[in-house]
Nanobody, 123 residues
């Protein structure tokens, strides 16, 4: 059974920083991509940042230069360091793990989603 556990959300003032973490657990043999999405009030879910198993990153233009995504393959964990936060960054942030394979599982990868963690940027 694969589980994703997110942490690090909360309330922060504009200009502040937060660090999100998402750890995948279970009988995991490999993970292709890991990333973060967010859904703000009245908005659709959107990609914030992603990172491949080889460390190639991709960012939404709105967070370039402010957010940094990283991953620890040994721990099956992805991080999102969020700096210079703005009120428009307020959203529920969801962890996404793409192409996850398990020992003894199917030969194809499966995508998983975390339950989400709320980030509120407000003074």
């Amino acid at each position: 059974q694969v589980q994703l556990v997110e942490s690090g959300g909360g309330l922060v003032q504009p200009g502040g920083s937060l660090r999100l973490s998402c750890a995948a657990s279970g009988s995991i043999s490999s993970i292709n991509s890991m990333g973060w999405y967010r859904q703000g009030p009245g908005k659709q879910r959107e990609l914030v940042a992603s990172i491949t198993s080889r460390g190639r990153t991709n960012y939404d233009d709105s967070v370039k230069g402010r957010f940094i995504i990283s991953r620890d393959n040994a721990k099956n964990t992805v991080y999102l360091q969020m700096n210079s936060l703005k009120p428009e960054d307020t959203a529920v942030y969801y962890c996404n793990v793409g192409g996850l394979r398990t020992w003894g599982g199917p030969p194809y990868g499966i995508d998983y989603w975390g339950k989400g963690t709320l980030v509120t940027v407000s003074s």
